[in-house]
Every structure is written in structure tokens, then in C-alpha cells.
């Protein structure tokens, strides 16, 4: 378990950041961006986790914030051995296959898309919206960092799958999508 005695540390004040290996890199550095990104994603979904407390979703989102966690260690984690260990916290093709399972079993009950939905609906809805494309935006942040350094594609998979899985729930959260929002291409022109 991680204990947390002092929050600040001051190594951080000459611009870089530590990470699992001990190694430092500077705060703008793809893998911290990425870092940083998925942190984003985790707090939009716990903003999404209020709107939805009682229901069945709030608990598999709260599954979901501590894979996220895993996947920050992962991201902060160089090199390009991806199996997991007993100091090396991986995300694993099992975490992607079960994100996968609960796409599914969502997307089951959802009316067929007739058109692109608008981001909305419901305030529950909206939230996890939200925490979508901040989903969208950590993955950019982890494929650019993969461009540059040895990524787990279990991990790139997972961050893809999660933000298709916010899109199945969004529209689960509008009524299985009878209260979702249609675009209406040249509605105002």
C-alpha cells in the first residue's frame, strides 16, 4: 500500500518529475503529458461518479478510477518489458478484455444510432460526456508519447476501449438513448 506521509516534496521545483524507476524527466515531456491526461480523465470521471452515486454505473466507474491509476503507473514506468511484476504495476490485456465485456453488455440495450449524438441530455449524461473526451484527449496524450517511447499496447488499448465504453454508458444513462441528443447536419445555416 502506498503511504503518503508528506505531500510536498520540493524536487519538483527545478521543472522535473520522478518517475518508477527513479529517473527524472521534464514536466513537458510527452510521457508526462500523458500522465497527466489520464489523471484529467480520472477526475472527470469521478465528477460523472456524483452525478450516477447508487446506481450500478457509479461502481464500475469507480473499477475503471483505479485502473486508471494502474495506468498511470504504467505510463510512468520506462522501458519496454510490459509484463507485470512485483515492482512493475502493468495494465494487463485481461483490464482491456473486461472493459470490452462491459461495452458490450451496455451496448445490448441501447436503441441503434440513427444519427451522431450532441453531448448532452441528462446532466449525468453530460458528465460522462465530459469525462469522454477527456478520455479521447489522454489517449492522443499516450499515442504521442508512444511515438517517442516504448508504450504497453495493453495500456494504449485500455485508454481506446475506455473512452468507447463512456460513449455506450452516456447514451445508457439517456434512457438506453431515448433522450439522447441528435445532430441535425445544417440545422442552422
Given at each position: 500500500?502506498?503511504?503518503?506521509?508528506?505531500?510536498?516534496?520540493?524536487?519538483?521545483?527545478?521543472?522535473?518529475?520522478?518517475?518508477?524507476?527513479?529517473?527524472?524527466?521534464?514536466?513537458?515531456?510527452?510521457?508526462?503529458?500523458?500522465?497527466?491526461?489520464?489523471?484529467?480523465?480520472?477526475?472527470?470521471?469521478?465528477?460523472?461518479?456524483?452525478?450516477?452515486?447508487?446506481?450500478?454505473?457509479?461502481?464500475?466507474?469507480?473499477?475503471?478510477?483505479?485502473?486508471?491509476?494502474?495506468l498511470g503507473a504504467d505510463l510512468a514506468t520506462p522501458g519496454d518489458d510490459f509484463t507485470p511484476g512485483e515492482m512493475t504495476l502493468r495494465i494487463v490485456p485481461a483490464q482491456v478484455t473486461w472493459l470490452e465485456s462491459e461495452i458490450d453488455a451496455i451496448n445490448a440495450h441501447l436503441q441503434p444510432l440513427k444519427s451522431f449524438i450532441l453531448p448532452g441530455g441528462s446532466e449525468a449524461a453530460a458528465r460522462v460526456h465530459i469525462a469522454r473526451a477527456s478520455a479521447r484527449s489522454a489517449e492522443r496524450a499516450a499515442v504521442a508519447m508512444a511515438a517517442e517511447v516504448p508504450a504497453n499496447p495493453a495500456a494504449l488499448a485500455y485508454?481506446?476501449?475506455?473512452?468507447?465504453?463512456?460513449?455506450?454508458?452516456?447514451?445508457?444513462?439517456?434512457?438506453?438513448?431515448?433522450?439522447?441528443?441528435?445532430?441535425?447536419?445544417?440545422?442552422?445555416?
Open positions: 500500500m502506498v503511504k503518503l506521509n508528506k505531500i510536498y516534496t520540493r524536487t519538483g521545483d527545478d521543472g522535473t518529475t520522478g518517475l518508477v524507476d527513479g529517473s527524472r524527466l521534464p514536466k513537458y515531456a510527452a510521457r508526462m503529458e500523458a500522465i497527466g491526461k489520464v489523471d484529467e480523465a480520472n477526475c472527470a470521471i469521478g465528477l460523472a461518479i456524483c452525478a450516477l452515486t447508487g446506481t450500478p454505473h457509479a461502481a464500475i466507474l469507480t473499477r475503471i478510477q483505479n485502473d486508471l491509476f494502474d485508454i481506446n476501449r475506455l473512452s468507447d465504453y463512456l460513449f455506450v454508458l452516456a447514451r445508457a444513462v439517456n434512457a438506453n438513448g431515448a433522450d439522447d441528443v441528435l445532430w441535425v447536419p445544417g440545422q442552422n445555416r
